[in-house]
């Protein structure tokens, strides 16, 4: 007996090596090859955060409705770890839109690029630690085989990799959503220890300090209470109600006590700081704008009309932006959810299947009922949901043919499989390096612009390899922090809103004062105010075009190659 425990605990230690070993490198690797549109205020808030907290000016913590404060926590413990003396320097708050940080940074020799590797190696840190956690708490409600590769498929899967890598909310939503539901599974199917319930309900607050659009984890688990009412045992049905609202009570106490604990404005204007997330989050899901645009709440003028249209974008981008093995494992969790082989489903695997399944479906229709939001990454949770479930089927899969060929049931060979499933997995990621999340599933897409700044850094490292770079002045469109981070150079952003007032006269201007221009073409072309400066320039090559799989992302000009008719056709 005591040497069939050890055996099975080296098994455990082997598999946990074997995942740690899948899911660290692709996520540390090259951490910090691109910066995204996005994150340059992530950055800015960030330190902001780290200011206000240093300064005790905790009303000052509230940067966006999102509210995203585990990223501006990220932000700060990269800045403790980079330039903690930072607070002590005085300059107060940056502007989110301004590349006056920047500016800053540099001028007391630290580089915003460093701020950011330090960041994201926090966030990746944390990603681990739940990917580990998650791990542990499927183990106990699925068979282990299916739990490891459930946590590796999720966590390579390319768009989830994408995302989780960048200085962005949506990963680490991802994660802690997923930690909160499977808590909650084995706190009601396996385990009723304290302590699970408190994991789930932690999670879920800090999912909430994320994004509040994880308000719709509370439908997932009150669902799972409801459902609890009717499961057959002695208890008289009003002891079930009391017992299912004393856990939803104790769930939410847990949450609440995370999301004050961690957010410092939550103890000195906790009114200020709800109204100013729930507030604009409704009134952008329901009115399309921030308050400080529509001024108020008008619930009259709320839309919640739900359709087919607006559901299958999400659904088709779910389908082009996952891999062959999503797909199939998906496929073979619908056959194992139906299977009547009790020795498989010993476990409650089909109640796990179904509320991942519903909390995927839970947040493509929110963000299908919203007004305003609409890019894919916002139905991320949906993604990694899904991927969990895809690795389900395929671990009860491989458990399934074992039980019909011996020879399968060798656990060298077991491992393997199980090896093979998750590598294919990342196999379909890696050639998408660094830019994961432009990930297109080859059978259904060619490859597409995805438009979120990729591209912007191998342009500032080919103008990095010139001379006298440092006297270089570049002036480029979408350039703060995608752009400006890797050139050590001056940046000159070219402002979108010149453009749009067809302000020629001032961009004519500004390219004459600098040496380069970088376009991004890649979503310039889609944009109605860029077609008047890309047409006086189509007889005009570039110096550079900078591509990525064959597609044309940026096109970079030399300002003294520009001929005299390109500026009289810009001011015509």
Same mark, same amino acid.
């Given at each position: 007996m005591s040497k069939y425990m050890n055996k099975n605990k080296l098994n455990d230690l082997i598999m946990f090596l074997i995942l740690l070993a899948l899911i660290v490198p692709s996520h540390a690797i090259g951490i910090d090859k691109v910066v995204t549109i996005d994150e340059p205020w992530w950055v800015i808030s960030g330190s902001n955060y780290?200011?206000? @907290?240093?300064?005790?000016?905790?009303?000052?913590?509230? #940067?966006?409705?999102?509210?995203?404060?585990?990223?501006?926590?990220?932000?700060? +413990?990269?800045?403790?770890?980079?330039?903690?003396? /930072?607070?002590?320097?005085?300059?107060? #708050?940056?502007? $989110?839109?301004?590349?006056?940080?920047?500016?800053?940074?540099?001028?007391?020799?630290?580089?915003?690029?460093?701020?950011?590797?330090?960041s994201r190696w926090f966030q990746t840190a944390l990603l681990i630690a739940l990917a580990v956690l998650g791990y542990f708490?499927?183990?106990?409600?699925?068979?282990?085989?299916?739990?490891?590769?459930?946590?590796?498929?999720?966590?390579n899967a390319p768009f989830f990799?994408?995302?989780?890598?960048?200085?962005?909310?949506?990963?680490?939503?991802?994660?802690?959503? @997923?930690?909160?539901?499977?808590?909650?599974?084995?706190?009601?199917?396996?385990?009723?220890?304290?302590?699970?319930?408190?994991?789930?309900?932690?999670?879920?607050?800090?999912?909430?300090?994320?994004?509040?659009?994880?308000?719709?984890v509370i439908g997932a688990v009150g669902l799972m209470l409801f459902i609890g009412l009717f499961k057959q045992d002695e208890r008289p049905l009003t002891l079930k109600i009391w017992v299912a609202l004393k856990t939803f009570a104790g769930w939410l106490a847990a949450a609440a006590i995370v999301y004050v604990v961690l957010w410092p404005g939550m103890w000195v204007a906790p009114g200020e700081m709800l109204y100013g997330v729930f507030g604009n989050a409704f009134?952008?899901?329901?009115?399309?704008?921030?308050?400080?645009?529509?001024?108020?709440?008008?619930?009259s003028s709320f839309n919640l009309v739900l359709s087919l249209s607006s559901v299958i974008p999400y659904l088709r981008g779910w389908r082009v932006s996952s891999t062959?093995?999503?797909? @199939?494992?998906?496929?073979?969790?619908?056959?194992?959810?139906?299977?009547?082989?009790?020795?498989?489903?010993?476990?409650?695997?089909?109640?796990?299947?179904?509320? @991942? $399944?519903?909390?995927?479906?839970?947040?493509i229709l929110l963000f299908a009922v919203a007004q305003g939001r609409n890019g894919l990454h916002y139905i991320l949770s949906s993604f990694v949901a899904l991927d969990v479930v895809a690795g389900i089927g395929w671990g009860y899969f491989l458990v399934w043919t074992q039980k019909r060929w011996i020879v399968l049931g060798r656990i060298y060979i077991n491992l393997i499989l199980i090896f093979i499933v998750a590598a294919l997995?990342?196999?379909?990621?890696?050639? /998408?390096?660094?830019?994961?999340?432009?990930?297109?599933?080859?059978?259904?897409?060619?490859?597409?612009?995805?438009? #979120?700044?990729?591209?912007?850094?191998?342009?500032?490292?080919?103008? +990095?390899?010139?001379?006298?770079?440092?006297?270089?002045?570049? /002036? $480029?469109?979408?350039?703060?922090?995608?752009?400006? #981070?890797?050139?050590?150079?001056e940046t000159l952003v070219f402002k979108r809103i010149h453009l749009i007032d067809k302000n020629f006269a001032e961009i004519t201007s500004e390219m004459q004062s600098s040496d380069y221009l970088v376009l991004y073409t890649a979503v310039q072309k889609n944009l109605p105010e860029s077609v008047d400066l890309l047409h006086a320039f189509q007889n005009l090559s570039p110096e550079k075009i900078i591509y990525i799989s064959g597609l044309e992302y940026v096109r970079i000009y030399k300002i003294s190659d520009i001929p005299e008719s390109v500026y009289a056709e810009l001011n015509k």
């Open positions: 780290y200011y206000a @907290l240093t300064h005790k000016d905790f009303a000052n913590t509230l #940067y966006d409705y999102h509210p995203a404060v585990t990223t501006t926590w990220m932000v700060t +413990a990269g800045m403790l770890l980079y330039f903690p003396e /930072y607070r002590a320097l005085g300059e107060g #708050y940056f502007d $989110v839109r301004k590349p006056k940080f920047e500016d800053f940074m540099r001028s007391h020799g630290k580089k915003v690029i460093d701020l950011v590797r330090y708490l499927l183990q106990m409600l699925i068979d282990r085989k299916p739990a490891f590769l459930a946590i590796a498929l999720a966590m990799l994408g995302h989780s890598r960048l200085l962005n909310h949506e990963g680490m939503l991802a994660m802690f959503v @997923l930690v909160s539901l499977l808590g909650m599974q084995v706190y009601l199917n396996k385990e009723r220890k304290l302590i699970y319930l408190l994991i789930s309900g932690a999670a879920f607050g800090l999912a909430q300090l994320t994004k509040s659009s994880s308000i719709v009134s952008y899901a329901f009115q399309g704008a921030r308050l400080d645009v529509t001024r108020e709440l008008k619930p062959l093995i999503s797909w @199939l494992g998906l496929l073979l969790a619908l056959f194992i959810a139906f299977s009547k082989d009790r020795d498989i489903l010993s476990a409650p695997v089909r109640s796990t299947i179904a509320y @991942l $399944v519903l909390i995927a479906a839970l947040f997995q990342l196999a379909s990621s890696l050639p /998408y390096y660094p830019y994961y999340f432009t990930y297109k599933n080859f059978l259904l897409s060619k490859p597409t612009v995805y438009g #979120y700044g990729e591209g912007m850094a191998e342009a500032a490292d080919y103008l +990095a390899q010139k001379p006298n770079v440092q006297e270089i002045r570049a /002036y $480029v469109y979408n350039g703060m922090g995608t752009f400006s #981070y890797f050139f050590p150079g």
